[in-house]
């Protein structure tokens, strides 16, 4: 069965303090792996999409890599305005829908 | 740039009755998905139309059902309202013809059922 695990459930950092989200999973056929910003109330904002093992992806302050097995979100740095909800999903190789995982949510205090 | 529109943004109806979503893709964009959004939950596959042909189901309710038309916006029809209804649904469009197929959402439609 395909499926979609995010941990932690919720990160608290401080302003500077560097850490990593992690999203483990397991799919027939990956096509796809894909980070999203979630604010409260509001849509999934696309992040980043990684396709192959040892692929990396930046933008800004976040970093994405992908293994066979998991991805990793690096958030360096981390500013209180990086708080939300980062939501990882997949993309099984037999459809076009997107497996979500239940997300990190994430709290940078200044 | 021009982004997925969803109206209503919010919707309040009482059990029993019926709702109406409307989803409007980013221009070129020829497929469709629906996703709902439980409180504190991750977003689940409802259904998907490409070309107004539909491509995919998910876990979606007999009680709904969903079309695409030619100009590609897509509504969600729900009838018999249930409490458990309640929650966040999006709309999501993509270019299918293009490798990557990424994903963009609406700002979604909060449906509460009372």
């Known amino acids: 069965e395909d499926q979609v695990t995010q941990s932690p459930e919720a990160l608290r950092l401080q302003e500077g303090e560097s850490s990593s989200l992690n999203c483990s999973y397991t799919?027939?056929?990956?096509?796809?792996l894909f980070w999203y910003r979630q604010d409260p109330g509001k849509g999934p904002e696309f992040l980043f999409t990684?396709?192959?093992a040892g692929e990396e992806k930046e933008k800004e302050r976040l970093k994405a890599t992908l293994t066979k097995k998991e991805s990793f979100l690096h958030i360096t740095a981390p500013k209180p305005e990086d708080s939300a909800t980062y939501l990882c999903?997949?993309?099984?190789?037999?459809?076009?829908?997107?497996?979500f995982g239940q997300g990190t949510t994430l709290q940078v205090k200044p | 740039a021009a982004g997925v529109i969803q109206s209503p943004r919010h919707l309040i109806k009482e059990k029993r009755e019926t709702a109406t979503l409307k989803c409007y893709p980013i221009p070129r964009h020829d497929t469709v998905y629906w996703y709902q959004q439980g409180p504190g939950q991750d977003p689940q596959f409802l259904i998907s139309f490409y070309e107004k042909m539909q491509s995919d189901k998910g876990s979606i309710p007999d009680r709904f059902s969903a079309q695409q038309f030619s100009d590609y916006h897509s509504e969600l029809n729900m009838s018999s309202l249930e409490l458990g209804d309640s929650a966040l649904y999006f709309c999501?469009?993509?270019?299918?013809?293009?490798?990557?197929?990424?994903?963009?959402f609406g700002a979604g439609t909060r449906l509460s059922v009372l």
């Open positions: 990684l396709y192959s």
């Open positions: 999501a469009s993509s270019l299918k013809t293009l490798a990557k197929n990424i994903q963009y």
């Open positions: 799919v027939s056929g990956l096509r796809g």
């Open positions: 999903a997949v993309r099984p190789g037999n459809t076009g829908k997107l497996i």
